[in-house]
């Protein structure tokens, strides 16, 4: 990562990197099994201004790690009847958006009329429910659901 000259960089991955997750688990970054490692992947990441795409969750959400600035993203399940295992009475500050339903995460880099890349949280109908934009300088949440 050091080398890289990129304008956003993306770590795609099985298991969260923040979570939140149950406090039972013990298999993933985001879990106090692995707190040490899972320090050490979000410092990583917020240095190199990097962020975590989750793919093994089954619940959309966005969340910031207070202590290291990371962002995480969760895609969710591709189908309703397989969301579950957090509810919305679960929800930490740290979620920025929380949706237990099934969808995807539409990731988009846009280079007109600047650099930019687009990460929007979609329903299984297409349907956006959350949206923010990253440029090299800011992020803006367009969408609240």
């Known amino acids: 990562m050091n080398e ?12 969260p990197t923040w979570g939140p997750d149950r406090p039972k688990k013990s298999d ?23 962020i975590s795409i989750n793919g093994d969750r089954h619940w959309q959400y ?9 962002k995480e993203f969760g895609t969710g399940p591709t189908h309703d009847s397989r969301s579950g295992g957090w509810s919305e009475s679960r929800r930490t500050p740290e979620q920025k958006f929380l949706r237990i339903a099934g969808g995807y995460l539409d990731a988009r880099l846009m280079t007109e009329p600047k650099v930019q890349l687009e ?18 300088i800011a992020t803006q949440n367009r969408i609240d659901n």
Do not use: Y
Not at 28 to 50: K, M, P
């Open 4 to 15: 890289s000259d990129a304008t956003f960089k993306v770590l795609i991955q099985a298991t």
């Open 28 to 50: 993933n970054h985001a879990n106090a099994a692995f707190v040490t490692e899972g320090r050490w992947l979000r410092s990583l990441l917020t240095r190199h201004n990097a």
């Open 62 to 70: 966005v969340t910031t790690d207070p202590e290291s600035g990371c």
């Open 119 to 136: 990460m929007i949280h979609r329903d299984v109908n297409g349907i956006a429910k959350n949206r923010e934009v990253f440029s090299q």
